[in-house]
């Protein structure tokens, strides 16, 4: 193992280093036994990501300014990585064990999908973070601590794993959880410190229990030294500010309610889109024939030179020949846009069955 920081500079006289480029040469000094790294980054992705898999058991660290999307996307147990500021979407997307560091704020879909690992922010995480968390029992559950608060819609469809949001500075806040956070949620625990509104009904908020309070004591210590904001931690401990968020057992879930009723009791009115296109609240089959198609192929009699490609391919038979003349039954047809794609002479053209969009 080499103990030189590698500095990188991914920007001089204007020219960028991309993130192709960025990435060989990780892997090229970690190849040559380079654990330790200072990046100067210039927006490149994925920095710090897998790189841990190609080194020999070391640990690696990187300490990074201005990086990118994706900053410790898919980091393996044993990387270590600090961000000096702030960083932007999908911090620690997909985390499968490394520590992560954002001094700063945090993009949307920060710890998107996380499985094993801590991250740690010292700021604020946009829309979407901690959805999707997992936990696998056959390894620690990953961590996500979050000094102030997060967007709305976070730890949609979170199915374990813990989520903290200090709730710090936030007094000003309606919901330190944005809105519509924690839909279909179905396992792990957020605790929460301050003010919450607007969350699904699918989860319930509950006071906190000795072996929370415990959990709490311990990490926040641990957070708030890596964050250097140790001077917090008699205001985070008080411990009559928090609850938790848990899921609700299926027993006391809400019944489910068919789609085409979802559509018309609990849609967004006129649908999402409804300023353009009309929304007749039918839900078609899957897939759709007929009036339900989204497209539909039309035939084009003069490029064809009856090769029969279409005939041959179309998934659901719908291509008819008669005396050289082509047409899709309508009854079969499902819009798939396979004859489009075959045809050689593009005799076959797919268009819109929408009139309001096309
Ligand atoms: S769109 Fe698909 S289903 Fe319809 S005729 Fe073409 S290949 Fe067949
Ligand atoms: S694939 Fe094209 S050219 Fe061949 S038969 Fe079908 S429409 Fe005609």
Redesign the pocket.
Known sequence: MNKEVIKIQTLNENKRMSTQELLQLITLKISEGYTDFEIAGCGQHNIGGSSWAICDGDELKFKITNPGQRVGAMALKGTHIYVEGSAPADVGWLNSGAEIIVDGDCGDTASHCAAGGKIFVSGRVGTRSGALMKHDPKFEPPEFWVLKNTGSFGFEFMGGGIAVICGWDCEGLESVLGNRSCVGMVGGTIYVRGKISGIADCVAIKELNDNDIDFLKNGLDEFLKKINKTDLYNELTDFTQWHKIEPLPPELKKKKIPVSEFRKTSWVEGGIFGDFIHDDFVVYPLPAVGDGRVHIPV?DSS?????????NNCPNSA?K?NNKQ?SSDENLCIGCGI?EA????Q??KLISNRNEIS
């Open positions: 035939w490029p064809c030179i009856d090769c029969k490609i279409c005939l291509i020949e082509y004859c075959v045809c050689p002479k005799a076959w």
